[in-house]
């Protein structure tokens, strides 16, 4: 099942789309990776989903990833009288760590590592920022504000300190519980909540000992000043704009997203852009047409990937979000503008033979006009270099390694086949052909573009490129 797109498409699963008939028809609309959101659910709720997904993975013979997102340390306040209050404008408010239920005056903050990183004059949002605190005194258990926004609260409503780097981990015991789950099923993604620093990313590293790829996701402003340093870090990257969007100011985030899209695609670590895409889908069957456009332009950045989140998960019309996502990526690549755009910021590549070989097979199959590029790869490198370069044609990665196989599912422009390695040049040749044509990439009598490294099955050795024609 060949996409006729090169971004691919992340959906969330949750109670509109757990059973094994939506996940298979979700796919077929367009969806390339499934993720488990472990904000939300049982363990024996996201198994079920997970082995659905190896269902349809195994009855349709494509790689599909499965990514499981992490909680991270969701920092709330405690429960209300009557389960609300009202803040007024002006009024002062009290957060501490008194267990009483709350009223307009005080509230409960059970975090006590955050009242020593707070400073007189910074703010706190709460409820996803519809409630603004100006910080005024700070005590070892206390944070006394005034209220610059008010409006009405309830019972275990978010924080957010924008700006404030906080001296938390983004793996809570529970995260650590899912993850040792989520590893345990054989998921191919842990999506990192909450990073706020390289060392975040480095102890997630450490506890996962490479048994599924990390993503960190981007929500918190103080990881962006240390963006280069995560991204080296990082597998890959999620643009979180929900809480980002919380914690920037709006006219920030598109911005930063440019930033983060452009950096990752330069270090060649695929990214994500995600949260309220399409988020009318939820209870509507089309999107708004600003919805469409910022759909778009995420595909003429070069995201490799673009994430349904509540449109999938909870939302009236799974399938059709898909569809329509579907739908909005196809278009935008038939743009002429779309390649100007992609070339336009296109990455040097790095001084080695990897890089020159994969660098050239783009502009060899440019230049030819090839099917496809054919890579052979096992740890997953060879292919994402040559996602790296943007190519105008299809990527055909050939894997020994069923993991990674599916691992490059998120991939743009990859199109993997779980194959056994070549172990000569003609076999290599001989094998990139006969795949590319019963894939439909690539039809007889026209050429294809191969590179792989010798010796065959080295990680990460490529140094061959072949043009080869396909037989009938």
């Keep these: 099942m060949m996409r006729h ?45 997970l082995d659905a997904i190896r269902a349809v993975e195994a009855e349709v013979g494509r790689p599909i990833a499965i990514l499981a997102d992490l909680q991270g340390p969701k920092i709330r306040v405690g429960a209300f009288q009557s389960g609300k209050a009202t803040l007024n404008p002006g009024a002062r408010f009290r957060l501490d760590l008194d267990p009483a239920p709350g009223d307009a005056t005080r509230a409960l903050l059970p ?64 995260d650590r519980r899912d993850l040792y789950f989520a590893l345990e099923l054989g998921v191919d993604w842990i999506a990192l909540s909450f990073v706020q620093r390289p060392e975040d990313v480095a102890e997630a590293k450490k506890l996962i000992q490479g048994r599924a790829s990390v993503m960190t996701k981007l929500e918190k402003p103080a990881a962006l000043a240390q963006l280069d340093e995560i991204i080296q870090l990082s597998d890959a990257l999620m643009v979180a704009r929900g809480d980002l969007g919380v914690e920037l100011d709006p006219e920030d985030v ?36 600003a919805e469409a456009s910022d759909v778009a332009t995420a595909v003429y950045d070069g995201a490799d990937a673009l994430m349904l989140s509540a449109e999938t998960a909870s939302g009236s019309y799974p399938r059709e979000a898909v569809t329509m996502m579907n739908r909005i990526i196809e278009r935008v ?42 890579t052979y790869t096992s740890s997953g490198s060879t292919a994402l270099r040559a996602a790296r370069e943007r190519p105008s044609v299809p990527v055909l990665a050939l894997t020994p390694s069923r993991a990674t196989a599916r691992r490059l599912a998120l991939t743009w422009g990859v199109h993997c086949v779980e194959t056994e390695d070549a172990r000569s040049f003609t076999e290599m040749v001989e094998k990139a052909a006969k795949v ?27 140094n061959i490129l072949r043009i080869a024609w396909v037989g009938g």
């Design 5 to 49: 797109r090169k971004a691919k498409i992340v959906a969330t699963l949750g109670p509109a789309s757990s059973d094994a008939a939506m996940i298979r028809t979700l796919f077929e609309a367009g969806v390339d990776v499934f993720r488990l959101n472990f904000s939300h659910g049982a363990h024996d709720e996201h198994k079920a989903r």
């Design 111 to 174: 975090h006590p590592e955050i009242f020593a990183a707070l400073k007189p004059e910074t703010d706190i949002l709460l409820d996803d920022g519809r409630i603004r605190l100006k910080v005024e005194t700070i005590g070892a258990d206390f944070v006394e504000t005034i209220v610059v926004v008010g409006g009405e609260i309830s019972d275990r409503k978010g924080v957010n300190l924008p700006r404030l780097a906080l001296p938390v981990s983004p793996l809570t015991e529970k």
């Design 254 to 289: 598109p911005i930063e997203q440019k930033r983060i899209v452009r950096d990752c695609r330069r270090a060649g670590k695929p990214v994500v852009v995600a949260t309220q895409m399409l988020e009318s889908m939820i209870r509507a069957p089309a999107p708004t047409r």
């Design 333 to 374: 690549e038939r743009d002429a503008d779309y390649r100007r755009q992609l070339e336009s910021q296109h990455a040097d590549p790095e001084a080695t033979a990897a890089d020159a070989i994969t660098a050239a097979a783009s502009q060899v199959a440019d230049t030819i006009r090839a099917a496809c590029i054919v």
């Design 436 to 462: 590319a044509r019963e894939q439909e990439i690539a039809k007889p009598g026209e050429r294809i573009v191969v590179t792989a490294g010798v010796p065959f099955g080295t990680p990460g050795a490529t």
